[in-house]
T-cell receptor, first 115, second 118 residues
Framework: DTGVSQDPRHKITKRGQNVTFRCDPISEHNRLYWYRQTLGQGPEFLTYFQNEAQLEKSRLLSDRFSAERPKGSFSTLEIQRTEQGDSAMYLC?????????????FGSGTQLSVL | AQTVTQSQPEMSVQEAETVTLSCTYDTSESDYYLFWYKQPPSRQMILVIRQEAYKQQNATENRFSVNFQKAAKSFSLKISDSQLGDAAMYFCAYRSGSYGGSQGNLIFGKGTKLSVKP
């Protein structure tokens, strides 16, 4: 069990550039979540997938953000035209999605700094 | 909308002693779940303990236990026999029990930073 893997661990970019993050969930997990955590705050839900279908998006996910999960395996989160306010840690989590006993396993996150 | 409040930004405990972290929440729902997550410097969120709102019995997991007061909307975490490895950020989280097909939409508090003194 390799756990949830996120890449890169750190990303520094200039304002206006596009960035893409990758998340590899635990292999048999059908649900995948993205959260954003800013300094001094708890994580905030962004979006989630069941297999390849994106089933919900938070209002936090502006039109500059897009997430995909092709073939229901790994997922990517892209931010276009980055802004300084996008600086945060982006966390990915996965689960088997077994109803009330659903347990989320988190990755170690991608820390984004927008200069 | 549901909210989660952690009023203690930082706490400190002596090794082997007991510490209690506070959490209050606000909701109009009757079916929900509460969680405590630990986030060490490695940044990976780890589930410490969970509580179903319909259960009156407080959850326990080894040295970790909760005091769930449903009427007061309070959900505190007690760590007994504190160890150096317990030092981390602790987040209280809420999840609706009637949230469509996904129950992973967690609402987190701002966290409490716990230090353990040797």
């Amino acid at each position: 069990d390799t756990g949830v893997s996120q890449d890169p661990r750190h990303k520094i970019t200039k304002r206006g550039q596009n960035v893409t993050f990758r998340c590899d969930p635990i292999s048999e997990h059908n649900r995948l979540y993205w959260y954003r955590q800013t300094l001094g705050q708890g994580p905030e839900f962004l979006t989630y997938f069941q297999n390849e279908a994106q089933l919900e998006k938070s209002r936090l996910l502006s039109d500059r953000f897009s997430a995909e999960r092709p073939k229901g395996s790994f997922s990517t989160l892209e931010i276009q035209r980055t802004e300084q306010g996008d600086s945060a840690m982006y966390l990915c989590a996965s689960s088997l999605g077994v109803g009330t006993n659903e347990k989320l396993f988190f990755g170690s996150g991608t820390q984004l700094s927008v200069l | 909308a549901q909210t989660v409040t952690q009023s203690q930004p930082e706490m400190s405990v002596q090794e082997a002693e007991t510490v209690t972290l506070s959490c209050t929440y606000d909701t109009s729902e009757s079916d929900y779940y509460l969680f405590w997550y630990k986030q060490p410097p490695s940044r990976q969120m780890i589930l410490v303990i969970r509580q179903e709102a319909y259960k009156q019995q407080n959850a326990t997991e080894n040295r970790f236990s909760v005091n769930f007061q449903k009427a007061a909307k309070s959900f505190s975490l007690k760590i007994s026999d504190s160890q150096l490895g317990d030092a981390a950020m602790y987040f209280c989280a809420y999840r609706s029990g009637s949230y469509g097909g996904s129950q992973g939409n967690l609402i987190f508090g701002k966290g409490t930073k716990l230090s353990v003194k040797p």
